[in-house]
């Protein structure tokens, strides 16, 4: 039973460029969240995925954008890259029953970004 | 917007040692769930918290959920080496969105 996994592991990027991460859910699950965790901290919420459509999103520009498919793996885009996004980015998947809140969250590795 | 707070960020014991972190949030939470992150991992769920005054054991776990439902703490008895890493609590804030505390890392000497 395959677990979260994301891509890719390490990135490393220029500012003003862009970047995709790719995520794909643990088998079964069908709601995916992207979190932002700096060094030392805890991990941020930038956005939720359900059906295709973002369902909430935290306190993050309009740079951060995503997309979710139909075989419910997910995509987080970062246009205009700045120093401050360099960071571990989490993608974690639950299964939609009831609020998504009440779910726990299953973790991928993480892609680390750093940005030069 | 919603916070949640956690202390200590850090805290060092030797093996044998009790260790505890506690959580606070600036409004009620609907449920509070407990996650642990090993250095160079990511995090893994532990458990989940939904009513007022509720306590949960995990082994040497102990989970509480104030009942106010504004605060929580993680009771470890007796640490081991394996019990090093970052504990986070995440609080369901507003709209339903998981909001993380900054975590308490836990290192254990033998």
């Known amino acids: 039973d395959a677990g979260v996994t994301q891509s890719p592991t390490h990135l490393i990027k220029t500012r003003g460029q862009q970047v995709t991460l790719r995520c794909s859910p643990k088998s079964g699950h069908d709601t995916v969240s992207w979190y932002q965790q700096a060094l030392g901290q805890g991990p941020q919420f930038i956005f939720q995925y359900y059906e295709e459509e973002e369902r909430q999103r935290g306190n993050f520009p309009d740079r951060f954008s995503g997309h979710q498919f139909p075989n419910y793996s997910s995509e987080l885009n970062v246009n205009a890259l700045l120093l401050g996004d360099s960071a571990l980015y989490l993608c974690?998947?639950?299964?939609?029953?009831?609020?998504?809140?009440?779910?726990?969250?299953?973790f991928g590795d993480g892609t680390r970004l750093s940005i030069l | 917007g919603q916070q949640v707070m956690q202390i200590p960020q850090y805290q060092h014991v030797q093996e044998g040692e009790d260790f505890t972190t506690y959580c606070n949030s600036s409004t009620t939470l609907s449920n509070i769930q407990w996650y642990k992150q090993r250095p160079g991992g990511h995090p893994v769920f532990l458990i989940q918290l939904v009513k007022s005054g509720e306590v949960k054991k995990q082994k040497r776990l102990t989970f509480q959920f104030g009942e106010a439902k504004k605060n929580s703490s993680l009771h470890i008895t007796a640490t081991q080496t394996t019990d090093v890493g970052t504990y986070f609590c995440?609080?369901?804030?507003?709209?339903?969105?998981?909001?993380f505390g900054q975590g308490t890392e836990l290192s254990v000497k033998p």
């Open positions: 974690a998947s639950s299964l939609r029953t009831g609020e998504a809140g009440n779910q726990p969250q299953h």
């Open positions: 995440a609080g369901r804030g507003q709209g339903g969105k998981l909001i």
